[in-house]
């Protein structure tokens, strides 16, 4: 295979070399045309297909190398010989003044930057006349010299053609080397990377820098070559032009460049015969490359000639616990009065935790609590307002995230973070380097040897018990590999402290109990743990500590037996705080009709399983209340039912009507409404103008009366009714939500989460509502985390655990029954 590709590289050289002593003067030229666009798009693919940036202002740099090159060599006399690397100096610097203000700023705004950018090299040009030539440009750019001969038009070609196979062989090697990894893995998560103690900043500048450098060479040979440069040489077109290349090419891919420049340079030379409508069938001839070939022309050749590497890891008996217990230099993770707020909400306050070596420290609590925001706190995302975050004595709060990753504080996150565009292999080796990637020259000119890295990386892979391909793409494996290599790639990092947020989220009992053995191996090598958790049954049988926040306070903290039983723990889980809904005052009647009935509902986010055969049943004028703690799946069932998440298997029938296919506008139109989790109020409108949305789908609505009726019923409103929603407290929006819903004349009303984030006394008001709607004869059924609250209005209830309904029955037998509390915060064995 390494002959071949030896031979076919060689091929790609030779071919145009030979051409050159055979072809006429304009074939010469339009060769070397295809290999400067080629170097200009192979610097374009270190920004663009490296580390995904979309820069529409190259012609800027190879403007900044043409002029470069020819000023210093016309002007000033100075050799070619000096003038070339001056201009990809140049030009270097210029991409990394350019890339402090570009990175700031992403998606279309980074495009217009570098094309207000382009802009300005081109209008420069025609400005600075003393310099460059204005508008008429420079004339009489000598040719390059070199042992008293001067290069013809011939020698030039073969200059270019030389240059151009070099800058593709530094590609390749960059591509294949540690700064290639890093610049993949930013654009594949930059906060994943970031937790490596990767430097997104730094890496996006040194990706601005090369590409510049490339282009700028590629300008400085564009000089000599024609002989005359001016403004004109540098259209704003010619940027898209080079963005064509690496798009029609295949970005990332060492040939794809050269496979796109072949494209666009000779596809309209072979259409010269159509004369006017020649460029007519180049743009049309493009549009069908790209969509038929969506990852470019080199992608299509790859993906069709690739076979799978099914190698699995094939560890070495070394001692990978001894590797992972160097990094765990005994030290605590300390954090003491944490306090942040987000747009004057405080999130935490006065936040304190204790983590100590070869212990696992949880932190739980109800939805909002603060959890994740503490880890964020902990590892660099988030700086907090005060307080500090020791790791041992030193303070980390205020260090970027890269640099407390080095520090050795390494994280999971609630949703993987994997590169899913890189092998599992490269996800490790790139943990391994631990953010120091050395010198980038070093990469481009001298091959590495990583086979030390490779053993210790299959290793860990074993040791987490992944038995998978090792290199596959991370992102086509299933939801518990991606957990398991996850936790492995942290272990890379040799940590002394690890952050896992939900590990078991999505898994099975039996990868649940393997990643549960797991966590207690990892501490038992003397790394400190802390562990954020839904799944009670793993945090109280392998914690040795457990934080318990709600609100964003300390309630409780202590070991699991101690924790499970405190009233305050009880109260944050269950809603025994002392405010009761109202008992029902009217009989239940007409419950013989069903009005929603769920049966075998499955429903997943991906690969992660979230709902399994899930069966319950709404009848008419009923309340009921589905409980379950966090992360059971009770607003994906919500989701599911009203059509904003396609259920992988089962059946949703409204009125016996089977709606399992409906999208969500149809669902509501069918009078089946859902009031979401978070309000979800439209901000920049009106109350009013909100709460006649909700009648959206009616043909019979009475306006004026209707939408007074509902002021009516929420005072709170009608003082504020044309205030914009976003301004309303959340309480207030709450009400509007509801509202909203109520006008609609719902066959099923649909209440998701309607108390989170609630003071107690807006709970009670609206629940208290609720009450009214119950007795008025509505159909209802709601999800709340305040699980006493909600059976005190509900006529029956179900619960929710890891998907599936464990438990169900009449509200007033569920208030006091235990399988409730076990739901919510599982049991000691």
Known sequence: MKSLKFIGYAALILLPAAYCFIGNGYEIHILSTVGLITMVGTGLNILMGMVGQVSLGHAGFYAIGAYTSAILTTTHGISFWLAFPAAGILAGLVGTVLALPALRVRGPYLAMITIAFGFIVEHGAIEWRALTGGANGLMGIPKPAAFGYTFDERGVALLIIAVTAITVLLFARLAKSRWGLALRAVKDSEVASESLGLSVVAIHTMAFALSAVFTGLAGALFAPLTSFVSPGSFPFFLSIEFLLVVIVGGAGLVLGPLLGAMVVVLMPEFLAFLAEYRLLFFGSLLLVVMWLTPSGIAGAILNRFRRPDLRTAQPEKSDILGYISQGAKPQDITIEDLCISFGGVCALESVGLRALPGKVTSIIGPNGAGKTTVLNLMCGFYKPDDGLVNLGEKNCAQLPPYAIARAGIARTYQTTQLFDSMAVMDNLLIALRRGRLGSVLSCLFKAEKDDHLRRTAESLLAFVGYSGPIYSAAGDLPHVDKRLVEIARALAMQPQVLLLDEPAAGLGHQ???????????????????????H???????????????????????????????????????????????????????????????VTKLG????????????????????????????????????????????????????????????????????????????????????????????????????????????????????????????????GEQQMLAVARGLIAKPRILLLDEPSLGLAPVIVNTLFSVLADLRDEGITILLVDQMAGLALSVADRGYVLQSGTV????????????????????????
């Open 511 to 533: 990868e649940t109990t393997r990643v549960s053995a797991l966590i207690k191996k990892i501490a038992e090598t003397g790394v400190t743990v802390v562990l954020v958790e």
């Open 806 to 829: 464990v438990h169900e029955g009449p509200a007033d037998s569920m208030q006091n029954d235990p399988e409730i509390e076990k739901a919510y915060l599982g049991t000691l064995d």
């Open 603 to 730: 429903a997943a986010y991906g690969v992660v399983p979230v709902l399994k055969d899930v069966d319950l049943n709404v009848k008419k004028g009923e309340f009921v209340a589905v409980l379950g703690a966090n992360g059971a799946g009770k607003t994906t069932l919500m989701r599911a039912i009203s059509g904003l998440h396609r259920p992988v298997k089962g059946a949703v029938l409204l009125l016996g009507r089977d709606i399992t296919a409906f999208g969500a506008h149809r669902i509501a139109a069918e009078k089946l409404f859902l009031v979401p989790e978070g309000r979800q109020v439209f901000p920049e409108l009106t109350v009013v103008e909100n709460i006649r949305l909700g009648a959206y789908c009616r043909k019979d609505f009475d306006a004026d009366k209707e939408v007074g009726e509902m002021l009516d019923r929420f005072p709170a409103l009608r003082a504020r009714r044309n205030i914009r929603a976003g301004l309303l407290s959340g």
């Open 535 to 597: 799944h009670m049954n793993l945090v109280m049988n392998i914690s040795d500590n457990i934080m318990v926040l709600d609100a964003g306070t300390c309630i409780s903290t202590g070991e699991p037996a101690v924790v499970r039983k405190d009233p305050a723990v009880l109260r944050a889980y269950l809603g025994e705080s002392g405010v009761q809904g109202r008992p029902r005052t009217v009989a239940l009647t007409g419950q013989e009709e069903e009005v929603l009935s």
